[in-house]
């Protein structure tokens, strides 16, 4: 079983729509991170979490440390939301590297 | 702006050939880290520099090494390239280790 575990795998919209994507861990953690990559691109960054809740634009992310679990959301979704989102989490005891979830694949149509 | 530079963006090289990438930043910060990606799998980490500290992940392999002559600039050196390591290198930098902001990639394609 994975440290990070994302859910759904693959997820389809029509443009206009509210999206959650959700992050599981099973470690300790000193900050959770959502990460962006589209279609054979680079990956940029979107929150770094350690508590409660982040908003930038149409994006939220939340963290429940006690339930080890973070959610993205997207209000309004848009084609150009289309892309990988990534879940990846500092442990407590490995502090030098991220343990990445295996992506969720966002397709938004308009 | 503030950023993670790599160069170049597409690289072809041939079986057995060295080739360098090049990684770039205008952040100051401390920490540069060398990712590996192929297909849709999760990046992969291959070694870090804190500082001039150079980590190196267990299973990285020998053929793979890393160069950081500066702040500012980080080099990845693949000594012999095989098909087995075609893929999306990606760089990032953090502050200590912090919050990690990637490079675009750079895409290797071995003949």
Same mark, same amino acid.
């Given at each position: 079983? =994975?440290?990070?575990?994302? !859910? @759904?795998?693959?997820? *389809? %919209?029509q443009e206009g729509e509210f999206i959650t994507i959700n992050c599981s861990y099973s470690v300790g953690i000193s900050a959770l991170h959502w990460l962006q990559q589209h279609p054979g691109g680079g990956i940029v960054s979107l929150f770094m979490l350690s508590s409660g809740k982040k908003k930038h634009g149409r994006l939220i992310a939340t963290?429940?440390?006690?339930?080890?679990? !973070?959610?993205?959301?997207? *209000? %309004?979704?848009? @084609?150009?939301?289309? +892309? #990988?989102?990534?879940? +990846?989490v500092? !442990?407590? #005891? =490995? *502090?030098?590297k991220l343990i990445f979830g295996t992506g969720t694949r966002l397709q938004v149509f308009p | 702006d503030a950023m993670v530079i790599q160069n170049p963006r597409y690289q072809v090289t041939q079986f057995g050939k060295p080739v360098t990438l090049s990684c770039s930043q205008t952040l100051n910060h401390n920490v540069m880290y060398w990712y590996q990606q192929k297909s849709s799998q999760a990046p992969k980490l291959l070694f870090h520099y804190y500082d001039k500290d150079f980590n190196n992940e267990a299973d990285t392999?020998?053929?793979?090494?890393?160069?950081r002559p500066n702040t500012s600039f980080c080099f990845l050196d693949i000594r012999s390239p095989g098909l087995g390591d075609a893929a999306m290198y990606l760089c990032a930098t953090s502050w200590t280790y912090n919050e990690q902001f990637f490079g675009p990639g750079t895409r290797l394609t071995v003949l």
């Amino acid at each position: 079983k =994975n440290e990070v575990e994302q !859910s @759904p795998q693959n997820l *389809t %919209a029509q443009e206009g729509e509210f999206i959650t994507i959700n992050c599981s861990y099973s470690v300790g953690i000193s900050a959770l991170h959502w990460l962006q990559q589209h279609p054979g691109g680079g990956i940029v960054s979107l929150f770094m979490l350690s508590s409660g809740k982040k908003k930038h634009g149409r994006l939220i992310a939340t963290i429940n440390i006690q339930e080890k679990h !973070s959610s993205l959301h997207i *209000t %309004a979704s848009h @084609p150009r939301d289309s +892309a #990988v989102y990534i879940c +990846a989490v500092r !442990s407590r #005891v =490995n *502090t030098d590297k991220l343990i990445f979830g295996t992506g969720t694949r966002l397709q938004v149509f308009p | 702006d503030a950023m993670v530079i790599q160069n170049p963006r597409y690289q072809v090289t041939q079986f057995g050939k060295p080739v360098t990438l090049s990684c770039s930043q205008t952040l100051n910060h401390n920490v540069m880290y060398w990712y590996q990606q192929k297909s849709s799998q999760a990046p992969k980490l291959l070694f870090h520099y804190y500082d001039k500290d150079f980590n190196n992940e267990a299973d990285t392999p020998d053929n793979f090494q890393s160069r950081r002559p500066n702040t500012s600039f980080c080099f990845l050196d693949i000594r012999s390239p095989g098909l087995g390591d075609a893929a999306m290198y990606l760089c990032a930098t953090s502050w200590t280790y912090n919050e990690q902001f990637f490079g675009p990639g750079t895409r290797l394609t071995v003949l």
